[in-house]
């Protein structure tokens, strides 16, 4: 079936640096590929919309300047939170289009802020 | 505006079943999902149902009825491993998916 890989699974790091997620589609070309946000015992917050060769959508009141995203291939999209802040804490995930009728996710990152 | 309605805990016993509601408003409908998501992990696709009716896959089946706008994931057999939490979600007219807040289902043995 269809993989999504998305890396780191866990970072710690320090209020006001920056940090990049990676998630890549393993087995299938995904032109589309969403960002969540997700706070404990809550549902899944879209923050924006990734496409291969374009500018992403954001969601309303998510920051652009904050949380970049870029897609540069078919494979392969970024999401950097940028000078992080301790509420910047939470679980990201990345999934995809599958091609087929559903969604495939990521398996997450954990991200601490301290 | 767009909504998604699901309890948020239902609690069951080993061996039996359960059903998990969900029920929707949303602009246009084209499907809906049902992920199961462990603690700490990311969701995983249990099904996916675009036209009335049930289907059934395995020891989980997926109800849906788009005049009343509603749907149900039913859970048989249950085991340990399927307390987790049951994510309802509905793709719209414009093809984005509306996330309901999730269902935590807690088995008792």
């Known amino acids: 079936g269809a993989v999504v890989s998305q890396h780191p699974s866990r970072v710690i790091c320090k209020s006001g640096t920056s940090v990049k997620i990676e998630c890549r589609s393993l087995d299938f070309q995904a032109t589309t590929m969403f960002w969540y946000r997700q706070f404990p015992k809550k549902s899944l917050m879209l923050m924006a919309t990734?496409?291969?060769?374009?500018?992403?959508?954001?969601e309303q009141g998510v920051e652009k300047d904050k949380f970049l995203i870029n897609h540069a291939s078919l494979t392969l999209s970024t999401l950097t939170v940028t000078s992080a802040h301790p509420e910047d804490s939470s679980f990201y995930i990345c999934?995809?289009?599958?091609?087929?009728?559903?969604?495939?996710f990521g398996s997450g990152t954990r991200l601490t802020v301290v | 505006g767009q909504n998604i309605d699901q309890p948020t805990e239902m609690t069951a016993t080993e061996g039996a079943i359960v059903q998990i509601n969900c029920t929707y408003q949303t602009s246009g409908f084209n499907g809906l999902f049902w992920y199961q998501q462990h603690a700490g992990e990311a969701p995983t696709f249990l099904s996916y149902?675009?036209l009335d009716g049930l289907e059934e896959k395995g020891r989980f089946s997926s109800f849906l009825s788009r005049s009343k706008g509603y749907s149900y994931l039913l859970l048989k057999e249950l085991q340990m491993k399927d307390s987790a939490s049951y994510l309802c979600?509905?793709?719209?007219?414009?093809?984005?998916?509306?996330w309901g807040a999730g269902t935590k289902l807690i088995i008792k043995p």
């Open positions: 999934s995809a289009r599958d091609g087929q009728v559903g969604y495939t």
């Open positions: 990734s496409n291969e060769g374009s500018k992403a959508t954001y």
């Open positions: 979600a509905v793709m719209d007219s414009n093809y984005q998916l509306i």
């Open positions: 149902n675009v």
